[in-house]
């Protein structure tokens, strides 16, 4: 069965820097795109970074453009997330995503909180 597994959060301070990391497995991974969400408390959950399937092309939000970048392993079945310059703002429950015949599947998401 399809598997997202993200690992990587924790607590970091303003400025610092943490790599997220989401294996994948139930399905064949270099087919498709990756995406990087987060849902901070109170707020509906945002996208943060996307990559193509072979991993040439990439998009990011605003808010994270220029600190985080999104970047693929397929021979590994593993996406990241390089977050750095980190925020408070940053706070949240990061997931990775993918959509296969319509229907999306997600991880149990990873804690990030950015707090001196």
């Known amino acids: 069965q399809v598997q997202l597994v993200e690992s990587g959060g924790g607590l970091v301070q303003p400025g610092g820097s943490l790599r997220l990391s989401c294996a994948a497995s139930?399905?064949?991974?270099?087919?498709?795109?990756m995406t990087w969400y987060r849902q901070a408390p109170g707020k509906e959950r945002e996208l943060v970074a996307a990559?193509?399937?072979?991993?040439?092309?990439?998009n990011y939000a605003d808010s994270v453009k220029g600190r985080f970048t999104i970047s693929r392993d397929n021979a590994k079945n593993t996406v990241y997330l390089q977050m750095n310059s980190l925020k408070p703002e940053d706070t949240a429950v990061y997931y990775c995503?993918?959509?296969?015949?319509?229907?999306?599947?997600w991880g149990q998401g990873t804690q990030v909180t950015v707090s001196s």
């Open positions: 995503k993918f959509r296969r015949f319509d229907n999306d599947y």
């Open positions: 990559i193509t399937h072979s991993g040439g092309s990439t």
């Open positions: 139930g399905f064949i991974f270099g087919a498709f795109a």
